[in-house]
């Protein structure tokens, strides 16, 4: 997702590098080109117009003067203004005082409801919460079913009418589910409902019968974030029709432009609260518009990355790693090293390098990854005495011809294990310093 976005808009700031000032002409060039940037993710026009806006405003402003360099200030704006439009804050689901707290699907049919109450079903008892899925959905064929078996799999209760009992009446069936589950102990009802094909006035009715009845303390829109634009006229209309507190886009790993994460929040002022990318119930999680926005500007997804290792390792490990990676001369070889054996357990590592920063700029390099390389760089860092691996300078050319030697390697393998490592340091203080993190470059306040 997102690949066609990211690629243009790291041509913009590659167009800036190397420049020591911004004219009026410059940012104005530079603005056209981001616009054209996201107007090609499918981005809505009233959203593109008011990034572009700010983008140019603050670009003018007295930002401007300060030393960090073109490319850095106008990237440092755009990821700013990225965040603002994915929604700022990370908005996490607001639990009802006294239980059961109740979260309400809606969107049109095949939008991934069912599938999504499934995904919220695992991902809340994950967080030790005992929900019971509720299947309002009595219309389409099968939906009734297809939930009992997403149900199953997420380990999880359903409430659901008993087969041959004919249609049934949905706003009853969502009535009564409320008092089932205080009787059951079920802390969080999610309540699944009939979606249509296109947008019409008896689903808008039975959504709001259904809203009606229950009090839904949230209400998620389900939409599709392949159907493009179309995503934006949807979620007005529901806006309109039943009203909700959050969204939920799916199919995310299908859609290369992903104009619609980037247009809802603007359009409907509700914030994205998941992303579903995948058909399986753990492809799943809670949406960050700062990581979303990091990962746009190919700025990598670092604490993604560590929430995985996290599941690897233990939390202190996953911490230490977090510092090292936010500062240019904490990371070492020896770091390096226990990280990558840590990610040969964590599965192929293509996929994690995607989430790391400048991996835009490796997408051909990290296609052809072979997991056995990782080894030979293993075994060169293991020929390494200890202060080696903390101080790579002293590695002068007798010591390489001892490393080579030690892992059955060539002197060339080792320069360019040793030039990697010091390209992938500066990377990561350029990263520390254009994100602003305090004391590490030149944003520092
Ligand atoms: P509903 O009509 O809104 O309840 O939609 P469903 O849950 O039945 O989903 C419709 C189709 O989309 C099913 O084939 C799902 O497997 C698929 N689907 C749902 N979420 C995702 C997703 O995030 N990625 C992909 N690739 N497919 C999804």
């Known amino acids: 997702?997102?690949?066609?976005?990211?690629?243009?808009?790291?041509?913009?700031?590659?167009?800036?590098?190397?420049?020591?000032?911004?004219?009026?002409?410059?940012?104005?060039?530079?603005?056209?080109?981001?616009?054209?940037?996201?107007?090609e993710a499918d981005v809505a026009l009233p959203v593109v117009r008011e990034f572009i806006g700010a983008v140019k405003e603050r670009?003018?402003?007295?930002?401007?003067?300060?030393?960090l360099n073109p490319a850095q200030q106008i990237i440092k704006i755009v990821n700013e203004e990225l965040i603002g439009v994915l929604g700022g804050e990370t908005r996490r689901i607001r639990y009802a005082k006294s239980s059961p707290t109740v979260i309400m699907l809606a969107g049109l049919q095949g939008a991934g409801k069912?599938?999504?109450?499934?995904?919220?079903?695992r991902w809340l008892k994950g967080q030790g919460h005992t929900p019971l899925l509720v299947a309002c959905d009595l219309q389409r064929p099968n939906a009734v079913n297809q939930l009992s078996i997403v149900a199953g799999q997420a380990g999880v209760d359903v409430y659901a009418p008993q087969p041959g009992n004919g249609v049934g009446d949905p706003v009853q069936v969502a009535r009564e589910s409320i008092e089932h589950a205080r009787r059951t102990m079920h802390d969080?009802?999610?309540?699944d409902t009939a979606?249509?094909?296109?947008?019409?006035?008896?689903?808008?009715?039975?959504?709001?019968?259904i809203r009606d009845a229950v009090q839904p303390d949230e209400t998620l829109f389900v939409v599709d974030a392949m159907i493009g634009q179309d995503a934006v006229t949807t979620a007005i209309a529901f806006s309109e029709g039943v009203g909700f507190s959050g969204v939920v886009l799916t199919k995310l790993d299908g859609d290369a432009r992903g104009g619609a994460a980037l247009s809802v929040r603007g359009v409907t002022g509700q914030p994205i609260m998941f992303a579903s990318t995948g058909e399986k119930l753990a492809d799943f999680d809670v949406f960050h518009p700062e990581r979303?926005?990091?990962?746009?500007?190919?700025?990598?997804?670092?604490?993604?990355?560590?929430?995985?290792?996290?599941?690897?390792?233990?939390?202190?490990?996953?911490?230490?790693?977090?510092?090292?990676?936010?500062?240019?001369?904490?990371?070492?070889?020896?770091?390096?090293?226990?990280?990558?054996?840590?990610?040969?357990?964590?599965?192929?590592?293509a996929n994690l390098l995607g989430m790391l920063p400048g991996a835009g700029q490796m997408k051909e390099q990290i296609k052809n990854i072979d997991d056995r390389d990782l080894d030979r760089t293993a075994a060169i860092i293991r020929s390494m005495t200890p202060t080696e691996r903390v101080n790579t300078k002293i590695i002068n050319s007798s010591r390489k011809v001892r490393i080579a030697n030690g892992s059955g390697v060539t002197v060339t393998e080792v320069n360019a294990l040793l030039e990697r490592f010091a390209q992938a340091q500066k990377m990561m203080g350029q990263m520390a310093g254009s994100m602003g993190m305090p004391g590490l470059g030149p944003m520092s306040k």
């Not at 911004?22 to 107007?39: K, Q, V």
């Not at 069912?114 to 079903?121: D, I, N, S, Y």
């Not at 969080?188 to 309540?191: A, F, G, K, P």
């Not at 979606?195 to 019968?209: C, S, T, V």
């Open 114 to 121: 069912t599938t999504l109450a499934g995904k919220l079903g």
């Open 292 to 349: 979303m926005a990091s990962r746009i500007l190919g700025m990598g997804d670092v604490l993604t990355l560590i929430e995985q290792a996290e599941q690897a390792f233990d939390a202190d490990q996953a911490e230490k790693m977090a510092g090292k990676l936010a500062s240019r001369d904490g990371f070492t070889l020896e770091d390096f090293l226990e990280q990558m054996m840590a990610i040969r357990k964590m599965g192929p590592i």
């Open 59 to 67: 670009a003018r402003g007295a930002e401007v003067s300060q030393a």
């Open 195 to 209: 979606g249509r094909l296109g947008i019409d006035a008896e689903l808008m009715a039975q959504a709001a019968g």
């Open 188 to 191: 969080v009802v999610v309540v």
């Open 1 to 39: 997702m997102f690949e066609t976005l990211s690629d243009r808009l790291d041509k913009v700031f590659t167009g800036l590098r190397g420049k020591g000032r911004l004219s009026e002409a410059d940012i104005d060039a530079t603005a056209r080109e981001i616009r054209i940037a996201l107007l």
